[in-house]
């Protein structure tokens, strides 16, 4: 089993910054994929973005690229979301997901998912 922990959620105003940081516990793999999903009141769960522990191609929902940079630390078992230029329409609770394969953008496809971290923009 694995768990995973969310961390860095606050109240910040439009165009500021936050980086979150999921640590996973447990079993350690050697290679998965690591996942951030968002669900907005009202709103099914969205893709965010995404990241192999082995190699680190990235993959990133086209409502966040060039403002969002995912990362990981293969050594501390911790993957981080850099949001900046944050909107307000970036509000949401944040999600840490990881499977043990490559099915990047299915919900479904993963195992392990996070409480997660409540992120709001005002403006």
């Known amino acids: 089993q694995v768990q995973l922990v969310e961390s860095g959620g606050e109240l910040v105003q439009a165009g500021g910054s936050l980086r979150l940081s999921c640590a996973a516990s447990g079993r350690t793999f050697t290679s998965y994929t690591m996942g951030w999903f968002r669900q907005a009141p009202g709103k099914e769960r969205e893709f965010v973005a995404a990241?192999?522990?082995?190699?680190?191609?990235?993959y990133y929902a086209d409502s966040v690229k060039g403002r969002f940079t995912i990362s990981r630390d293969n050594a501390k078992n911790t993957v981080y979301l850099q949001m900046n230029s944050l909107k307000p329409e970036d509000t949401a609770v944040y999600y840490c997901a990881a499977q043990y394969g490559t099915r990047t953008y299915v919900l479904a496809a993963y195992d392990y998912w996070g409480q997660g971290t409540q992120v709001t923009v005002s403006s």
């Open positions: 990241i192999r522990w082995t190699g680190g191609s990235t």
